[in-house]
């Protein structure tokens, strides 16, 4: 029995899950030994959903945390839904009042970004904006005491522009947290051409200090998960357009084991999370979806339709007859697609992107990719990340399916990367 559990596709995926994560700290050009700075206070620039989750999750490791906002109204707004996040989990168990208490206590706030004078690491979480961040970070250069680290928590921007306005980028990385931050368990550690090997260094060890889990990333737009998950959703979208079902693909994502399909997810966010209401064109149809009011589970009509008191999520006819429209518009044919095409058109891109990133160099290792997206997108732990999913299903297999998409539909979008075919010719595997 045992020889066979061991032998079983999930022991083997767990398995090497357990070695690819502690893999994920070894960084080729920086040591083991490398020095590290010392963090005893942060300072977070921000203090929406984003700067509100990352201070929890610093005065959850007994970390003093300033936290500068904006406004008082804006300030306040944050520090309720922090306190409120706090006590809902003390209802559950989590904390003991007293310990909520004590967190809370570890927290500064105030409108002055001069408190950011004396901090050791200060993170940013302001809206996602090139203009913004470049504004922000010039004013840090200026407050904080030379050898603090500069992180941005952007999800997509390119972290060597910002650490340009700086004079001193060495002191610059990104920590790209997940949402909610207090809780996701990931943070892509982003290196910029000139970070410094200390501050890389450092910024993995602070994310342990806090139970995260870090990944060192390069910078290009999405950095590793969000860069694969941008095509997952090309091609959840195209489907869509193509005849597929909505409510089908998620059925198709979450019977592979993720934790919710991507339409599904789009509600629970917000369709209006990045649209403009002055440069909407009914272009997509998410933005027909917004220009409706159908802006996800908080309007209670997204994707999906909510039961106002449930709200448990129901197909609605009336994306389909969006859908059909804009398919007509652009010129293109509906037809039935089953759920094998649904599920390797949204896997096979991704793992296709995946590939590309190796070959850049963005990731250091396949086992980081997949470490990223178990811990930052729900991929499931049994299936061992997407690299490791792909060496299971077969190289050579899926390079055959990619050929097959590149003949049917457009060749640029699914030209397999030279290191998918390359390693597929040679019998080997992306994940060792």
Known sequence: MSRTLHGDPQSRAQRYYFFAERAARKIPDVPADTPVREIAKVGVLGAGTMGGGISMAFANAGLQVQIVEQSREALARGLATVRRNYERSASRGRFTHDEVEERIGLLRAGTDRDALA????????????????KKVFAGLDRIVKPGALLATNTSYLDVNEIAGETGRPEDVVGMHFFSPANVMKLVEVVRGEKSAPDAIATAMSISRTIAKVPVL??????????????????????????????WDIDRV??????PMGPFRMSDLAGLDVGWNAATSSSSTLREMLCELDRRGQKTGRGYYVYDSATRAAAPDPEVLD????LAERLG???????????????LLSSVNEGAKILEEGIAVRASDID????????????????????????????????????????????????????TAAAGGRLSG
Request: contains cysteine; charged residues 30%.
């Open 322 to 325: 969006l859908a059909r429209e």
């Open 217 to 246: 990333v390069g910078v290009c737009h999405g950095f590793v998960g969000n860069r694969m998950l941008f095509q997952r959703r090309l091609q959840a979208d195209r489907l869509v357009l193509e005849g597929a079902l909505p």
């Open 253 to 258: 994502l979450y019977d592979f084991g993720m």
């Open 118 to 133: 004396e901090c050791d690491l200060v993170i940013e979480a302001v809206f996602e904006d090139m203009e913004l961040k």
């Open 332 to 346: 293109i044919e509906q037809r039935e697609i089953d759920d094998e095409e649904i599920l390797n058109r949204c």
């Open 371 to 422: 470490v990223i997206w178990i811990n930052g997108y729900g991929w499931p732990v049994y299936r061992g990340g997407p690299m490791f999913w792909a060496d299971e299903f077969g190289l050579d297999k899926i390079v055959d399916i990619l050929d097959d998409y590149a003949a049917r539909f457009d060749p640029d979008q699914w030209q397999a990367a030279p290191l998918l075919r390359a």
